[in-house]
């Protein structure tokens, strides 16, 4: 990955707060974890066009801290559609609030498989207007 910020907007834009801290003080691997598994989920979701459930979290790579007071943006991208699963790569970019300039913090890839009411696997459909 490079070090260049998407071009596309983030699915998630949140800013961490002190009660996303562990005991130590510091930002909760686990949150950023679980808004990179629901900007992946949107993204997955969009593309299948329906309910999607996480089954694997690929190659997690936790660069540089995150700090009480960051805004935090999530860009998810499909990177991979299978038969009935889709693979999305995540990276998590922090911006301290008082200034202007971004860093990676946080990257990884997530596996869904599409799923239909009674929770079973079903096909992805082919991509088209309602998978942008």
Not at 29 to 40: F, K
Not at 48 to 69: E, N, Y
Not at 112 to 132: L, S
Request: aromatic share 6%; glycine share 10%; hydrophobic share 45%.
């Amino acid at each position: 990955m490079s070090d260049a910020l998407p071009s596309a907007e983030p699915v998630i834009r949140i800013v961490a707060m002190p009660a996303d801290t562990n005991p130590a003080g510091d930002i909760f691997g686990g949150w950023l974890l679980s808004l990179m598994d629901m900007a992946a989920g949107s993204a997955a979701s969009r593309r299948a066009q329906g309910r999607c459930a996480t089954v694997a979290v690929d190659a997690m790579d936790f660069l540089r801290p995150v700090l009480v007071g960051d805004e935090v943006s999530l860009y998810a991208d499909v990177v991979h559609v299978g038969r009935t699963s889709l693979k999305v790569r995540v990276e998590a970019w922090r911006r301290n609030r008082y200034q202007a300039g971004r860093e990676r913090v946080t990257e990884g890839t997530f596996t869904f498989v599409a799923i239909d009411e009674g929770r079973q696997p079903r096909v992805v459909p082919p991509a088209g207007p309602a998978a942008g």
